[in-house]
């Protein structure tokens, strides 16, 4: 079992930047990939970013060159660094593991983006 809690979230206006942090921990020695996914009201769950325990990312298109995801290994925690907010980007941000053959999520963290 692995446990995923979020942080980082909150009200920003259009331009601004801001850091979502994910914490994992329980069974973490096998996790291989961790990225964020977001959902906003209306719409399904979209992959924003993802990271592979080897450090290759990949990003949805309408976030690349303005997000960032990191990974400390040591410390089982995965960021996403967010530039140049847009309003667009509103939504609840879920951080997600693979690891034992299943998907893990974390409770989720609202990022508003103000116009």
């Known amino acids: 079992q692995v446990q995923l809690v979020e942080s980082g979230g909150g009200l920003v206006q259009a331009g601004g930047s801001l850091r979502l942090s994910c914490a994992a921990s329980?069974?973490?020695?096998?996790?291989?990939?961790m990225g964020w996914y977001r959902q906003a009201p209306g719409k399904q769950r979209e992959r924003v970013a993802v990271?592979?325990?080897?450090?290759?990312?990949s990003y949805a298109d309408s976030v690349k060159g303005r997000f960032t995801i990191s990974r400390d290994n040591a410390k089982n925690t995965v960021y996403l660094q967010m530039y140049n907010l847009k309003p667009e980007d509103t939504a609840v941000y879920y951080c997600?593991?693979?690891?034992?053959?299943?998907?893990?999520w974390g409770q989720g963290t609202q990022v508003t983006v103000s116009s």
């Open positions: 990271i592979r325990s080897g450090g290759s990312t």
């Open positions: 997600n593991c693979f690891t034992g053959g299943r998907d893990y």
């Open positions: 329980g069974s973490t020695f096998s996790i291989d990939r």
